[in-house]
């Protein structure tokens, strides 16, 4: 939720640092811009993702060249806008010899005089390309602050009678937490947190908006050393949201890890330092989301806690 956060609101400080630049500095600063876009790897797989998608040859640029008619085209949704504005930008650099040194000095675009070039390029290039980034930020960022709410809600809450549920069952005990997430989605305004629907990999344990042409990919795991769940419940989980990802040409696929044992598991993942721990992966985003359901004494009264380092390299391991 955070760095989701943290990432719009540096998109749009770089929006206003081109809006500020002087007609010297102005290249200078786009140049850095797309730097940033290309050196984080959201934003990196984004683009990617839409540049795989919709593929503009090199004739389409030059016949447009002749006509300087750039912003006369109509794109089926904000993906291929995207890819369009960012190999729009692509195509522009690689005719300048000096790069991106002085471009509105250099290129005409079809659109007000050379001198009102820079204008030109934030509001037809930049600012799409942002409000796409921002779309797909912000339906991550609602689904991400859902389930920490979820998180905080159980934790503080709920824990009590949900373990007692657990504890008092003899078998699907995966069952009875998945009603509890899907409840609490419901009453959150995901309209059809459905259970179990079936894809060619199997099935996920919660797709909400089933009908729609976005829905929500949530795999539930238990550690509980009592009934041998361990480590290897979290890795076959995100086995299973790769899959589930990948059936549902989704961006995002979240694993709720519900913990019993009186362990901390540390995620340390090199594209997260926040809540929650975010692996990308082929160009689209796993979110890991552990609640601590450990319920044998008071937090004063807890003692030594076993903790457990989870990385990279053990999540992929025989993935």
Known sequence: MYYNHNLRADLQEWKSRLTRADYNQFGTQLKFFFEFLEKNKLISSLLMEANNKYKFEVLYFENLDRTERYFDSEFQNSVEQTAYCYQLMQHIISKLKQGFH?????????????????????????????????????????????????????????????????????????????EDLRLFLFDQGIDYPFSTPKSASGRADIIGAIDTEDPLIVEIKILDKDKKYGLERIKSGLNQILKYTNDYNKNDGYLVIYNFDKIHYDFKLKDSNSFPPMLILNNKSYYFIIIDMYNKSSASKLGQIEKIEITETILLNNI
């Open 102 to 178: 002085l471009i509105n000095q250099n290129v005409y675009l079809g659109t007000g005089d050379y001198d009102d070039q820079s204008s030109v390029i934030i509001d037809n290039i930049i600012t799409p390309m942002i409000y796409y980034f921002h779309d797909v930020l912000d339906k991550s960022n609602s689904t991400t602050y859902l389930l920490e709410k979820y998180k905080k809600r159980v934790e503080w809450f709920t824990k009590s009678s949900l373990v007692e549920k657990y504890e008092t069952a003899t078998k699907n005990y995966e069952d009875i937490l998945e």
